[in-house]
């Protein structure tokens, strides 16, 4: 399965929403995580330092790396992603063949590359900040019309009147467009980068594992 976590708007939280993901999917699943934002936040967190890789000149073999954990592997980020030719295809269905589950950590831009990362996963995960400006770049994304299986999930989630009124407005939309399950603002999220560990690695029986879990069994 192909899952491509996405938004057109930075900042949401793709990059932790990728790691905790991968790291749920990979208690019963070999999954490889494909960084493909130049900014490399989730090849930082695998001690995989962004370079120039050229990995659309390159086969699988030799784009793919092994990280410490046995069912987690990572295509770490390209700063250049120079000579991209359509190839997205092709290159997951070869990838598809290897991996249980494959997670794309999706730059936020709007792009040819992009664009065909929607077009060709199975699913596309939208994680979406509780206000409604957030809100309308999922809307932007749908007009785009690339995959019809695109649900949005609030990110960041507070027990406060505003959030509350966003959970409403979510629930207002087609069904098959969002998943119940949302992520709690939470401090141990917010360590990840300076510990290099998941929350759900580091703290298994937490609420926002948990929400994670939730979250995955309502993708898959």
């Known amino acids: 399965m192909i899952i491509a976590i996405y938004n057109i708007k930075g900042g949401v939280g793709k990059t932790t929403t990728s790691i905790n993901l991968t790291f749920t999917a990979a208690k019963n699943n070999k999954v490889l995580l494909w960084d493909l934002d130049i900014q490399g936040a989730?090849?930082?967190?695998?001690n995989k330092n962004p370079k120039k890789r050229k990995i659309f000149k390159k086969s699988i073999e030799?784009?793919?790396k092994n990280t410490k954990y046995p069912n987690i592997d990572i295509i770490p980020a390209d700063t250049s992603l120079e000579r991209y030719k359509n190839s997205i295809k092709t290159?997951?269905?070869d990838l598809k063949s290897l991996y249980d589950i494959i997670i794309i950590d999706a730059p936020a831009v709007l792009s040819p590359l992009t664009k065909d990362i929607v077009k060709y996963s199975d699913i596309v995960i939208v994680p979406v900040l509780p206000?409604?400006?957030s809100l309308r770049t999922y809307n932007q994304l749908l007009k785009e019309n690339l995959n019809k299986n695109i649900k949005l999930f609030v990110n960041g989630y507070e027990n406060k009147p505003t959030h509350k009124e966003i959970i409403k407005c979510v629930l207002k939309l087609p069904k098959s467009q969002y998943l119940k399950t949302y992520i709690p603002k939470d401090e141990k999220i917010e360590a990840m980068p300076f510990e290099r560990m998941s929350v759900v690695e580091k703290y298994p029986k937490s609420p926002v594992s948990r929400a994670?879990?939730?979250?995955?069994k309502e993708i898959i």
């Open 91 to 93: 290159i997951l269905q």
């Open 42 to 46: 989730s090849s930082y967190f695998f």
């Open 212 to 216: 994670y879990e939730k979250l995955l």
């Open 62 to 64: 030799k784009i793919i």
């Open 131 to 133: 206000n409604i400006l």
